[in-house]
């Protein structure tokens, strides 16, 4: 099972970018769906978090500017970034929680990341 992200890039200051992120293998079921990200020197942190139900929960340094959402049928999992900032450079990464078959073992799976950079 892996995640595959898309849509980084570069933009400028209030501009918008929206990126996604595919599960693909053997899946019985993918609970949790998150996106985090990491700028230069400092630590991961939480970005949004979107349950198997569509419930979400933000960073606050994000909420009213970015929106998660996900499309069960897809396994897939987007982040709509708007009014972006130059602190929102960062690597982002998604994360999924994943019922994997043939066994039905749980699985924390990360993605490999995807560059945003924010700048005039």
């Known amino acids: 099972v892996q995640l595959v992200e898309s849509g980084g890039g570069l933009v400028q200051p209030g501009g918008s970018l929206r990126l996604s992120c595919a599960a693909f293998?053997?899946?019985?079921?993918?609970?949790?769906m998150c996106w985090y990200r990491q700028a230069r020197g400092k630590e991961r942190e939480l970005v949004a978090t979107i349950s198997k139900g569509g419930s979400t929960n933000y960073a606050d340094n994000v909420k009213g500017r970015f929106t998660i959402s996900r499309d069960n049928a897809k396994n897939t999992v987007y982040l709509q970034m708007n009014s972006l900032k130059p602190e929102d450079t960062a690597v982002y990464y998604c994360?999924?929680?994943?019922?994997?078959?043939?066994?039905?073992?749980?699985?924390?799976?990360w993605g490999q990341g995807t560059q945003v950079t924010v700048s005039s």
């Open positions: 994360n999924a929680g994943i019922t994997v078959l043939p066994d039905f073992w749980y699985l924390e799976v």
């Open positions: 293998g053997r899946i019985f079921s993918i609970i949790g």
